[in-house]
């Protein structure tokens, strides 16, 4: 079927306004993403560009005054909205079947149909007046935010270090888009998909990169660092691995849980507070943070002070500390996300909002989208002028992929004939290990795309070398 045919399905080859008026929106829409289904299924990537382009871009030419083109007739009573959301859709219908036929170079060149022909559009300009109106809508789409969001998929496999520096964190705004109820399904389903596939990746270099660069042979199998905090990150992730055994902050997790299950609401939220800045090191932060905290959860909800807590409530109190350490209004950062991190201590800011999920990892999406709420704030900002933030969100990516359900990371003291009472850790003296788990061994991939060595009897893979 080509543009062509769709327009015949449609009930006219070129749709006057008295007729468009007849036609049912829904039905034009459905018909039209189910032969973009049919044609992306069945033709060749470059045959698709070219229809795509045919239906929503070379229409635009038209030198019949007395006529619209087809696709944009659909929308008789100028509904730019609608418009804008049947184009995305369609794209997303593409982009989600390129990208599951690994066809990622064609999303790109999608992507490029628009920012090629707004050119064009500057430098003339149609005398039909309706044809006018629709190139404003497309021009209105590629300066929008929508736009941007389809961009995500063309950046995927650029250098993330090159280009502006939120690049480098399109994960997080691409969860925000899957779980926008406003976006098309296939957007949402898109996004969710390339964040997860960004995530192992992470995951995967990181765990490679700590692997050789422990090595003896690091010098002729060099992995590449997938931050950008240079071979420092060794000692963070010693750091952060550090806290394991009985007071690792899984188990304190685990422990909070079952004291608390049983609680009032009013009670669990002191028992929160206590809990967030237990084991917190620099007193000037608990202070800060036990106050501000107080302030902002002790008396929030206090309807519910009597009822005892909840899976439903727990997963709004956590949103709301969530909030109250990054961003309350989702659009600025929090006065205590600012003040915790001016006094120079990412980490232990990191530790606590992981110590909130390790609580309920249901909070996790509203977390990862506050993170890109945050970054979209701080997107205006020179690099130069983010690099406290850039900081913490490079340190929040290595504290979560430690964290992560498929992947656990131990220390083992090399010299411990050489151990002295010293009270401070020779972190010099330890190395990292990092393995997949053996339930996802079972799976066949842990969410690394099954790399790495895999030995028998269940028995898990150790990335060292």
Same mark, same amino acid.
């Given at each position: ?17 008295s007729?468009? +008026?007849?036609i ?13 289904? @049919?044609i992306?299924?069945? *033709?060749?990537? =470059? ?17 019949d ?17 609608? /418009? ?29 149909? /628009? ?9 003339? =300009?149609?005398?039909?007046?309706? $044809? ?6 497309? $021009? ?15 950046? +995927? ?7 502006? *520096? ?20 296939e ?7 390339l ?11 990181? #765990? ?14 060099r ?13 963070? $992730? ?26 009032s609401f ?10 967030? $800045?237990?084991s ?5 932060? &608990? ?11 002790s ?6 002070d ?6 439903e ?14 961003? @309350? ?21 990191? &530790? &606590? ?6 609580i ?7 977390? @990862?989208? +506050? ?29 979560? #992929?430690?964290? #992560? ?13 050489e151990?002295?009472?010293q009270?401070m &850790? ?6 990292? /290990? ?25 028995t ?6």
């Amino acid at each position: 079927m080509t543009a062509n045919r769709l327009q015949k399905s449609q009930g006219n080859k070129h749709f006057g306004k008295s007729n468009s +008026r007849q036609i049912n929106l829904q039905t034009a829409q459905e018909r039209t993403y189910k032969f973009l289904v @049919e044609i992306v299924h069945k *033709w060749s990537p =470059e045959d698709v560009l070219k229809e795509f382009k045919l239906l929503f871009i070379d229409c635009l030419d038209s030198v019949d005054l007395n006529s619209a083109p087809s696709i944009y007739a659909m929308f008789y009573e100028n509904n730019e909205q609608e /418009f804008r959301h049947t184009l995305k859709r369609c794209c997303y219908i593409i982009v989600n079947n390129w990208d599951s036929q690994r066809k990622h170079k064609y999303i790109k060149e999608l992507v490029e149909l /628009f920012v090629n022909y707004k050119i064009k559009i500057w430098a003339a =300009e149609s005398g039909s007046n309706q $044809i006018n109106i629709y190139q404003k809508w497309l $021009i209105n789409f590629v300066n929008s935010n929508d736009y941007e969001e389809l961009r995500l998929f063309a950046l +995927r496999h650029k250098e993330e270090n090159k280009g502006h *520096w939120t690049n480098r964190y399109t994960t997080y705004l691409l969860v925000a888009q899957s779980f926008d109820k406003n976006n098309p399904k296939e957007q949402q389903e898109a996004a969710l998909k390339l964040s997860k596939q960004m995530k192992d990746k992470f995951k995967f270099e990181l #765990a490679m990169y700590i692997a050789r660069s422990q090595s003896a042979k690091s010098s002729e199998t060099r992995y590449r660092n997938p931050t950008i905090l240079g071979d420092n990150v060794l000692h963070l $992730i010693k750091t952060i691995v550090l806290k394991k055994g009985a007071f690792s902050h899984e188990n304190l997790a685990n422990i909070f849980l079952r004291q608390t299950q049983n609680q009032s609401f009013k009670l669990f939220k002191d028992s929160l507070q206590k809990y967030l $800045i237990f084991s917190v090191e620099r007193q000037d932060f &608990v202070e800060t943070l036990k106050q501000q905290l107080s302030d902002k959860i002790s008396p929030w909800k206090k309807e519910y002070d009597e009822q005892t807590i909840s899976k439903e409530l727990l997963l709004r109190t956590c949103n709301r500390v969530i909030d109250c350490l990054t961003t @309350e209004k989702g659009r600025e950062p929090s006065q205590l996300f600012v003040l915790l991190l001016s006094q120079g201590h990412p980490l232990t800011l990191v &530790v &606590v909002l992981l110590k909130v999920i390790l609580i309920c990892q249901n909070a996790r999406s509203h977390l @990862e989208i +506050r993170m890109a709420d945050l970054i979209g704030y701080y997107d205006n900002y020179p690099e130069d002028e983010c690099q406290w933030v850039i900081n913490f969100i490079e340190i929040f990516n290595i504290t979560f #992929a430690i964290y #992560a359900e498929n992947v656990e990371y131990n220390l083992i003291n090399m010299k411990q004939d050489e151990q002295t009472s010293q009270p401070m &850790v020779n972190l010099d003296a330890y190395r990292v /290990f990092s393995q997949l788990k053996v339930d996802a061994l079972r799976r066949g991939d842990g969410g690394m795309g099954g790399q790495g060595d895999k030995e028998t009897g269940g028995t898990r893979v150790i990335f060292d070398f």
